[in-house]
């Protein structure tokens, strides 16, 4: 990684003069990110980062005081043409031809791997993860609440892979509970056996409504306790008619992931574990976890003093099982199965009481494991409707999206011909969908916006799209060769090391995503390579310029294309080659 020797360079120098080990210095030393007024240094060392002392009543003064003092003992090298002060930073200047040369050469040489073989992450150890995510509600259409889980999933996924961790992918489908006593009633009454073979998913949905109006009734409630309990007891008219049920809505399931670039290793269910979790209940009252209240309901007190002033509920009066015994039989499964590292949930955050729960009981169950459970949470999108109204539906916001980005394809002067405009439109889309949910805190909510989405010029996934495609029509249009030996002293424009400076921030944006699982350090620092990219292209020209400076140029661009191609890709989005 190109970053990686200018840091170890600056850090040799400073251990001599600190009297500190070099690799202790190294994650002090960061690349200054590209800034407007430009002409910064390369990389700055937090002094705060370096004293002993580090609280916070150190003066600003004093640090600046050590600041200069330690740049006076440092001197410029092969490396370093320039040492200067900031707030608290001693700031360093690479060379700019040895800048251009070692971050074009190492995302050549890279390619796909640029930036995730950094020596940032060599001291993280390589793990299994299993990661459950997207996780719909079986004979409910895919809502659009399950978005934002299967793409922040298939992310942490993504990422994790790239780092060279083992991931298994698990889909854990809401395919058992009370709601299939509902649904079971619902079919009964208002089923229709043509209609349920004809578009599956849209008569369960209008039946599921239909008797949820009726389920204030206490008969209508008994009758649906009755058929769960069926199920539960493996009725065999009652599981047949569940199953119908449970293929037709993977089938539905598996066309829209195919549209979402989404696979899983594992489709896992509640209903795996509805024998399971007789066997959790027995482990809890081995344990003298499990308490019955005097309805007969079970539960395990989580309360610190043992008076149940917290606790949860395990088991339902008439012994059927509850989300909860369920996942925890889940747990223990996967982890006996698959002897993971970590283990990775990735819900909405009204299930964050449920997760706590979840890994309280596992602890005093005396697993040690569940220490290495992590539950990521997001917020709720809002406002996200169609052109027909209220969204309910995902594959109502993948259609509109498509006609949305295909009408202003249509419109805008600069599209080209594609050879398939229904394909790149639906790319497009999904970036424009994936970009806006990863712009900010994944645990906030936010407003969602059509006309913000799809803004060709602003911080979109549909800027992000039209620049990849833009540079690899340029590169198409000389040649399309991979450039490796150019003069690099044609690079030396603010345009170009604006570019240059940016590239090499990248293995800190990917560390800093594997440290918090959030992608929006990734999208941002596309979205800036993509506007630094943008006023590159306009003013640093290919064509007309002597061959020379035109390969120089060419081979930034298309260390551009290639880390863009590699951010998007982690991000879930499919890089289109015209637009």
Request: hydrophobic content about 40%; overall charge neutral.
């Amino acid at each position: 990684m190109a970053a990686c020797s200018f840091r170890r360079s600056i850090a040799s120098q400073l251990s001599k003069v600190l009297d500190l080990p070099p690799e202790n210095l190294i994650k002090s030393i960061s690349a200054v990110p590209v800034s407007k007024k430009r002409c910064a240094a390369d990389f700055q060392l937090s002094i705060a980062s370096v004293t002993e002392n580090n609280s916070s009543d150190h003066l600003a003064q004093d640090l600046n005081l050590q600041a200069q003092k330690l740049a006076g003992r440092l001197k410029c090298d092969a490396v370093v043409s320039e040492i200067s002060t900031g707030p608290g930073t001693v700031n360093f200047t690479i060379h700019k031809e040895l800048l251009a040369k070692t971050v074009l050469q190492q995302v050549m040489k890279d390619g796909s791997e640029y930036g995730v073989k950094s020596e940032l992450f060599s001291a993280m150890p390589r793990q299994k993860a299993v990661i459950e995510f997207s996780s719909p509600n079986i004979a409910k259409k895919f809502h659009i609440g399950h978005l934002r889980s299967t793409i922040v999933g298939n992310f942490i996924a993504n990422l994790k892979v790239a780092l060279g961790h083992e991931v298994i992918r698990i889909n854990y489908l809401g395919d058992w509970g009370m709601q299939f006593g509902l649904l079971g009633v619902g079919f009964q009454r208002f089923g229709n056996k043509e209609k349920l073979k004809s578009s599956p998913l849209q008569h369960l949905y209008e039946v599921y409504v239909q008797i949820n109006k009726a389920a204030e009734d206490e008969n209508t409630k008994k009758l649906a306790k009755d058929f769960f309990r069926k199920l539960e007891e493996h009725d065999e008219q009652t599981l047949s008619l569940w199953k119908q049920f449970r293929d037709f809505s993977i089938e539905e399931y598996i066309r829209i992931y195919k549209r979402l670039g989404v696979h899983f290793d594992e489709y896992s269910g509640e209903s795996f574990y509805r024998e399971k979790f007789q066997e959790v209940l027995k482990l809890l009252e081995n344990k003298g976890l499990l308490q019955k209240t005097i309805e007969g309901t079970g539960i395990v007190d989580l309360s610190e003093k043992k008076d149940l002033s917290s606790f949860s509920t395990v088991m339902r009066s008439d012994g059927t099982s509850l989300y909860i015994t369920r996942d925890l039989a889940a747990a223990i499964d996967r982890m006996d199965k698959h002897s993971c590292d970590t283990m990775i949930y990735v819900t909405d955050k009204s299930q964050r009481n449920h997760f706590q729960h979840l890994f309280q009981i596992l602890k005093l169950m005396g697993y040690d494991w569940a220490e290495r459970c992590q539950h990521v949470s997001f917020g709720l999108v809002q406002g996200m409707k169609t052109r027909r109204g209220e969204v309910i539906f995902l594959e109502d916001v993948l259609n509109e999206v498509r006609s949305r980005v295909l009408q202003n394809m249509a419109s805008a002067k600069t599209t080209k011909e594609t050879e398939d405009p229904m394909e790149t439109a639906e790319k497009v889309g999904l970036a424009a969908l994936i970009i806006q949910d990863f712009r900010g805190l994944l645990s906030s909510d936010y407003q969602f916006s059509w006309d913000r989405a799809l803004q060709s010029r602003g911080d979109t996934g549909v800027f992000l799209q039209y620049t990849h495609a833009r540079l690899h029509s340029l590169e198409q249009m000389h040649g399309n060769e991979q450039l490796t030996d150019v003069n690099v002293a044609c690079l030396q424009e603010p345009d170009a090391i604006a570019v240059l400076q940016h590239l090499l921030r990248y293995d800190e944006v990917l560390y800093r995503s594997s440290q918090d699982l959030q992608p929006k350090h990734i999208v941002s620092y596309l979205l800036t390579l993509s506007h630094l990219a943008a006023v590159a292209h306009k003013n640093l020209l290919v064509r007309g310029s002597s061959p020379e400076l035109a390969q120089a140029r060419l081979c930034l661009f298309q260390a551009v294309r290639m880390v863009l191609a590699n951010g998007m890709k982690l991000l879930g989005i499919t890089p289109v080659t015209e637009m």
